[in-house]
């Protein structure tokens, strides 16, 4: 029997397991990533993102215990292909439910600060409260920085020239109007087709390899943007990223946010005090921002904030019947 809550972040759902979860072995939250790659973790995973229990775009994690003392607690971050290394719209979540839980205490109104460990590193949720409710959700992420710059892509409807860039986790950055798209839900099966395409041609080189850390390598996604001009405190776009083996977030990607938010610092798009609205596909928006140029693993990065708002969906107990011959479930796509 397992028992989860359930948000969404800007309509991308996140399971967070908070009973009948597996132990899972570890020093670090990264190591604890590995061993649940490998162990029956991963079984527990698959059961909670397969149908009939879930679907082909769940997300979810396991809660763990922090790396020190310096943080509340640790996650590791999954999804219907496995474990990510970092996930922007779950840290938001988490942010509001350490608050609905009580494992901060929370003013009426003000805000609170929960520390996570995620399998990229440290990472802050800042809770702002007004009239006792969660208003927002911003966290400040690992740094991001440019990986590299105009890369040319051959993909089934043309070539392209991509961006890579880290922020947690590596993405590529397309603009979709460079293949004859938009960000809508009317052109996503080519975007979906298109984003696998290109992630699977930068994995087959060393475009992501992290700087320092092999288990941080290879590009997890690819963000489509469409750019909507300029709002009176800085750049607006929409985006749409296919992640993982062709999921797609239905939240502007906070991660992602975070990774668009280094190049556009690096093109000087997004000067100091600037807003990114990062819209989505289904146009609901993250507000970002740099708040820090940092040396970061030897290169030049920031430090960026990404505000949102996590909401409750509801709470389940999940089982295993022995005589059911679906067993963990399945994936239809």
């Known amino acids: 029997m397992i028992t989860t809550v359930d948000y969404h972040t800007a309509g991308e759902p996140f399971r967070i397991v908070t009973a009948g979860g597996p132990d899972i072995t570890g020093s670090t939250v990264l190591e604890r990533r590995e061993a649940a790659i490998a162990g029956p973790a991963d079984r527990v995973r698959a059961l909670l993102c397969n149908e009939p229990r879930g679907h082909a775009d769940m997300y979810g994690c396991f809660l763990v215990p922090p790396d020190d003392a310096g943080a509340l607690l640790g996650t590791l971050f999954w999804h219907k292909d496995g474990f990510s290394t970092a996930c922007g719209h779950g840290t938001i979540a988490l942010g509001a439910y350490a608050i609905d839980t009580g494992m901060v205490p929370a003013p009426d109104d003000g805000a609170v600060e929960v520390v996570i460990d995620v399998p990229s590193g440290r990472v802050t949720a800042r809770v702002e409260r007004v009239a006792e409710r969660t208003r927002s959700v911003a966290f400040r992420n690992v740094?991001?920085?440019?990986?590299?710059?105009?890369?040319?892509?051959?993909?089934?409807?043309?070539?392209?020239?991509?961006?890579?860039?880290?922020?947690g986790a590596s993405y590529a950055s397309a603009r979709a109007a460079d293949l004859g798209l938009a960000v809508t839900p009317a052109h996503l099966t080519d975007l979906i087709r298109l984003g696998r395409e290109i992630r699977d041609s930068l994995?087959?080189?060393?475009?992501?390899?992290h700087p320092t850390e092999p288990r941080l390598s290879g590009v997890y996604g690819t963000i489509w943007y469409d750019d909507l001009g300029a709002t009176p405190t800085g750049p607006h776009q929409r985006n749409c990223t296919v992640f993982a083996d062709g999921e797609v977030d239905r939240s502007p990607c906070g991660s992602g946010t975070s990774a668009r938010l280094a190049l556009l610092h690096a093109d000087g798009a997004l000067p100091a005090g600037a807003l990114l609205r990062h819209d989505s596909?289904?146009?609901?928006?993250?507000?970002?921002?740099?708040?820090?140029?940092?040396?970061?693993?030897?290169?030049?990065?920031v430090v960026t904030e990404v505000a949102g708002n996590a909401y409750r969906t509801g709470e389940h107990t999940f089982t295993v019947d022995p005589d059911d011959p679906l067993g963990d479930g399945f994936q239809l796509r």
């Open 281 to 301: 596909i289904i146009r609901t928006t993250f507000l970002g921002r740099v708040v820090a140029e940092v040396d970061a693993d030897g290169r030049a990065g």
């Open 203 to 209: 994995n087959a080189t060393d475009a992501a390899r």
């Open 143 to 167: 740094p991001a920085y440019p990986l590299a710059r105009a890369v040319p892509v051959a993909t089934s409807r043309g070539e392209i020239s991509v961006d890579l860039s880290y922020g």
